[in-house]
């Protein structure tokens, strides 16, 4: 009895190139800008231009990774 | 289908921002101590006593680094996935649309430069004990503003040769959507205010070090995140149709 199992990921079908709804993709883009936003903020900007919690202890933290990606750290 | 590319444009991002943090952790650390032992050889610098250490180097470089990194790469992989899903069937050569890893790669490619390098041509990255502490809100949105120009610039770009494609070839349109940015990016650069805090005897080859290797970290992250996330894409889209 043959099993067909066929793993041929990495061959890209001609079906790969089809086009998305904009309808579809604009929901998520949404949720993947508000998660980014706050990501962002508190990698870049918390307890240096603005500060939502008392103290150093985020600036501190992500210190290194705030100079090396180019935001104004202090 | 936009859910699954999400969730691997995150991935990927962290992916990417940990192989972008080990190369941080090689080639840019040693400037970051070296800025350091100069600023507190310099002593009292302005507002932030060096007594009150809250974490030490060995967690700033270590986890630190790693969390800002990998929170920045989940961030922005995240939306290059968007931006992809966007791309992905609408953008091509000769009527073909391009398949899922060049185009992935190209993306990536193109939002190193609007994101990172074309900001920090006006801005660059500075290292600790550059910069006036009284200033910190107003170069952040002096960088910010840069930032969100190159990516309406970008926008613009793309504008552009939509609007060239219908009259001229595919090449030129490219050509005339480029030059587009540039303008505005350049007009951009002169009209926003300059920052130069850098100390008069803070050592120009240090300073040339930590920028090259902050932009080279950059330059990891986003070509890393430009193959991973195409691979991961194309064997989703792929899985989905066949």
Known sequence: MATRTTFNDVILAPGDTGAIPLAEIVPWALLALLLATICLYFVSTEQGAVSLFDGMAVHEFVHDGRHLLGFPCH | MVGHLLWRGMLAGFLAACLAALFALAFAEPQVDLSIARETAHAAHAGMPA????????????????????????????????????????VGRRGEPLESRPLALMLAAMAFVVVALVPALKYPPTPPAVGLHETVAFRTVAFFGMTGLSLLAAVAGGWIRRRLLPRVDEFDALVGGMLGYAVIVAAGQMLLPAIDEVPADF???????????ALGSQSVLWLALGLIFGWLAARRLHMHRA
């Open chain 2, 203 to 213: 050592p120009a080859t240090l300073l040339w070090r930590f920028r090259l290797a």
């Open chain 2, 51 to 90: 007594g009150e250490e809250i974490f030490s180097r060995a967690t700033q470089k270590g986890a630190g680094l790693f969390t800002a990194m990998a929170l920045y790469g989940a961030a922005v992989g995240g939306i290059f996935a968007l931006i992809f899903a966007y791309a992905h069937g609408r």
